[in-house]
């Protein structure tokens, strides 16, 4: 089980979060969530952090990816339309939730 579980990473917001988050903790206490891992940098990849695959408009794969995880960070999806991200977030909560 990892401690931390943080989503958005390959974002600009989320890339500094993560920076920050491992100035603070071992990369052996976070997973991070992405929808296409090819996108995450090669510091990221030979970090030690655990990557796990997910996508908030597709609630089946948010499950796997939440699965055993203490405490997660949901960083916004990058969208403008409103019904859009809320429809997102509720599914990452949701998914959160069953995990």
Not at 82 to 89: A, G, L, P, T, Y
């Amino acid at each position: 089980m990892v401690k931390y579980l943080l989503t958005g990473v390959t974002g600009r917001l989320g890339s500094h979060v993560l920076k920050h988050f491992l100035r603070l903790v071992p990369p052996s206490d976070i997973a991070v969530v992405v929808r296409d891992p090819s996108k995450l940098s090669s510091d990221i990849n030979s970090s030690g952090i655990e990557i796990r695959q997910g996508d908030f408009s597709k609630p089946e794969l948010l499950d796997a990816a939440f699965k055993d995880t203490e405490k997660l960070l949901i960083i916004s999806v990058p969208s403008i339309e409103h019904e859009f991200r809320v429809k997102n977030h509720i599914n990452a909560i949701d998914a959160a939730k069953r995990a």
